[in-house]
């Protein structure tokens, strides 16, 4: 027998994540999304090894961040082009999963990008012209929008299950957070929403990724009931949406612009939030050493390159530099001022409406302690969901269990909904 036909393997690719908890994260979030046909476990995890291999001799070039940005770019692009050869040919549903798959790997790439720099915007614009790409071969009604917005306009995206149904539907807002995109939600929310007969609009607000592609002026705003405003009065008029039962979902940070906005919009008839953010402040500071939360001291933009590593961590630096693009600040005192405005308790109470509060096991104590006070403060109905270890489903926004998350959100808002029928 020769040597090559002597023994059985099963592959030679590894499982191994990251030991940065950062970048493990964001390979959960990206293998979550596979549950939604957001990206291929195969494709992801070879990504993972080439990243730590590339990064092992790339330290001083930027380390792993850069190999990470590379690597999802080049998935992304390979990955694309699979679509539009599939789409070329007449083959719609193959060209749709790679379309869609490469969305989110050009996401990935974006994520890790200085904002500053031309690429961010470049994988950004790339994401999301595969998305409209690929979700143009769903068989259901899509259309990417322009919801007027000032002067500007807000992207957005709105699906329908099909466009057979003979009267108004039940319809879901979801509204990303610090970091996500419409793009990304779609994988997080809109396609369950899809498969249990809901319109779905997907879209992002001031300062949010999917817009400041298009408008990198607009900042995140506290007031987030005024972008939400014209997010409404959008959908009153479209004659698919049956207003009287219309749900917001916010995820990250959007629990901080849901909540908000729930305040103070009264055709919002049912909220969802995972988790819930009251002040925005004390949960972006739950990143931070204690020690420097305390007594914080002046960092400023143009200082970051050359703070050295051991004084502050990579994933604290992409962070800051991060924070101060959306929210348009140069230095971490003034974000911490900005911050202040950000703030949601003393207008809990005028939220009547039936609420959900969903929050990870995992995600730490301030999370768990806003939830609290947000089930305690509103005014209306509360149902309270903690997700735990045992159902892979323990960190932020349930990133390894979407199906769960889903199943819970949707069955309480069927039942809410259900409710609320003459």
Request: net charge negative; charged share 20%; with cysteine.
């Amino acid at each position: 027998m020769s040597a090559v036909t002597q023994g059985v393997e099963r592959g030679k690719l590894k499982t191994l994540g990251f030991t940065d908890a950062e970048m493990e994260f964001q390979l959960q979030r990206g293998l979550g999304a596979a549950n939604y046909g957001g990206s291929s476990v195969g494709e992801l995890l070879a990504a993972a090894q080439h990243i730590r291999s590339r990064s092992d001799s790339n330290e001083e070039a930027g380390g792993a961040a850069e190999c990470w940005v590379q690597v999802h770019a080049q998935l992304a692009q390979q990955t694309e082009k699979l679509g539009r050869e599939a789409l070329a040919k007449g083959h719609s549903i193959s060209a749709r999963d790679h379309l869609l798959r490469a969305s989110m790997y050009y996401r990935a790439a974006e994520y890790f990008c200085d904002p500053y720099q031309p690429d961010h915007t470049r994988w950004g614009l790339a994401s999301r012209q595969a998305f409209i790409l690929g979700a143009g071969q769903l068989g259901t009604p899509f259309r990417a929008v322009e919801i007027p917005y000032g002067d500007a306009c807000i992207p957005a995206y709105f699906l329908q299950p099909d466009d057979s149904h003979p009267t108004p539907r039940k319809t879901i807002i979801l509204n990303t957070g610090f970091d996500g995109c419409g793009e990304e939600m779609y994988f997080m929310g809109g396609l369950a929403g899809l498969e249990r007969g809901y319109n779905v609009l997907l879209f992002d607000g001031p300062g949010q990724t999917g817009m400041t592609r298009l408008y990198p002026q607009l900042k995140f705003r506290p007031d987030w009931e005024v972008p939400i405003a014209s997010v409404v009065d959008w959908l009153s008029a479209q004659p698919s949406v049956d207003m009287d039962r219309l749900a917001l979902y916010g995820v990250s940070l959007g629990g901080y612009f849901a909540t908000r906005a729930a305040c103070f919009e009264p055709r919002i008839r049912a909220l969802a939030v995972n988790s819930p953010i009251l002040d925005l402040k004390a949960y972006q500071l739950g990143f931070f050493p204690p020690e420097t939360v305390s007594a914080p001291p002046e960092v400023r933009l143009e200082w970051l390159p050359e703070i050295p590593r051991n004084e502050l961590p990579d994933h604290l630096r992409s962070l800051l530099k991060m924070a101060f693009f959306r929210f348009g600040a140069e230095s971490l005192h003034e974000w911490l001022a900005k911050l202040d405005d950000f703030q949601t308790g003393q207008y809990l109470k005028q939220i009547k409406i039936p609420c959900l509060s969903m929050v990870g096991a995992a995600e730490g104590a301030n999370p768990h302690e806003q939830a609290r006070a947000f089930c305690k403060g509103v005014s209306g109905p509360v149902t309270e969901r903690v997700f735990g270890f045992d159902e892979g489903a323990d960190t932020h926004c349930q990133v390894g269990n979407l199906v769960l998350s889903a199943a819970v959100l949707y069955d309480w808002l069927d039942e809410v909904f259900a409710q609320m029928a003459p």
